[in-house]
Antibody, heavy 119, light 108 residues
Framework: QLQLQESGPGLVKPSETLSLTCTVS??????????WGWIRQPPGKGLEWIGN???????HYNPSLKSRGTISVDTSKNQFSLKLSSVTAADTAVYYC???????????WGQGTLVTVSS | DIQMTQSPSTLSASVGDRVTITCRAS??????LAWYQQKPGKAPKLLIY???DLESGVPSRFSGSGSGTEFTLTISSLQPDDFATYYC??????????FGGGTKVEIK
C-alpha cells in the first residue's frame, strides 16, 4: 500500500521560504507514469492545486503562485519536495502531497501538514 | 483558467436520502472530472474519476455522471459515514488543475 508523509517546519516567518518534503513508501517514485504533486488548503477554505512534477521531469505550477514555487524529486530517497519563497500570511494552509494519475486526479494523499506564516 | 462551480455549497439531508451535488465548468472539460470526499482534519479521498469511474474500494452508492460542462455526484442512500465535504476537480487543463469550492453535506 502506497503511503505519503509530509514533513517540514510548522512555522515560517514572512518573506522567508517554506520547505516541505514528502516521503513515499510502499512504492517507487522513479520510472513510473505518475506525477507527484502538492495541494494546499487554507484553514476553513477549499483546495488549491500548487503544482506537480511528472516522470519526464516536466513541472507545472499554479500561476497564482507567481513563480514562487519549486518542486523537486529525489529518487535516491524516494522523496519529493516543495519550496515556496517570499511567503506571506496568505500562504498559511495545510499542505498535502499527493500522487497524480494519468487521468489527472489524485489517488494517494499524505495526511497533510499545517504551515503557519507568522513572525 | 477553468473555473469549477459547485452547488449547493451546503446541503442538509437525512440518512437514507438520495443526494445530488452539481459541478459546473466554465468551459468544456470532456469527462476529465474527479470527485473527492473530505472529512474534518483528514486528507481528501478520491471517489470518482473520469466523471463516472468508481475508484476501487468506494461503495457503489456513490456514482458520477456528466460530460462537457455539467457533472453530478449522486449518493443513492446517504449513510452516517457520508456526512462530509465533497469537492470536484478538473484535469482537462493538463498544466492547471482546479477544484470546485466544495459542498458540505450536513445532518438534517
Amino acid at each position: 500500500q502506497l503511503q505519503l508523509q509530509e514533513s517540514g517546519p510548522g512555522l515560517v516567518k514572512p518573506s522567508e521560504t517554506l520547505s516541505l518534503t514528502c516521503t513515499v513508501s510502499g512504492g517507487s517514485i522513479s520510472g513510473s507514469s505518475y506525477h507527484w504533486g502538492w495541494i494546499r488548503q487554507p484553514p476553513g477554505k477549499g483546495l488549491e492545486w500548487i503544482g506537480n512534477k511528472d516522470y519526464t521531469a516536466n513541472t507545472h505550477y499554479n500561476p497564482s503562485l507567481k513563480s514562487r514555487g519549486t518542486i523537486s524529486v529525489d529518487t535516491s530517497k524516494n522523496q519529493f519536495s516543495l519550496k515556496l519563497s517570499s511567503v506571506t500570511a496568505a500562504d498559511t494552509a495545510v499542505y498535502y502531497c499527493a500522487r497524480r494519475t494519468a487521468p489527472g486526479n489524485f489517488d494517494y494523499w499524505g495526511q497533510g501538514t499545517l504551515v503557519t506564516v507568522s513572525s | 483558467d477553468i473555473q469549477m462551480t459547485q452547488s449547493p455549497s451546503t446541503l442538509s439531508a437525512s440518512v437514507g436520502d438520495r443526494v445530488t451535488i452539481t459541478c459546473r465548468a466554465s468551459q468544456s472539460i470532456s469527462n476529465w472530472l474527479a470527485w473527492y470526499q473530505q472529512k474534518p482534519g483528514k486528507a481528501p479521498k478520491l471517489l470518482i474519476y473520469k466523471a463516472s469511474d468508481l475508484e476501487s474500494g468506494v461503495p457503489s452508492r456513490f456514482s458520477g455522471s456528466g460530460s462537457g460542462t455539467e457533472f453530478t455526484l449522486t449518493i443513492s442512500s446517504l449513510q452516517p459515514d457520508d456526512f462530509a465535504t465533497y469537492y470536484c476537480q478538473q484535469s482537462n487543463s493538463y498544466s492547471l488543475l482546479t477544484f470546485g469550492g466544495g459542498t458540505k453535506v450536513e445532518i438534517k
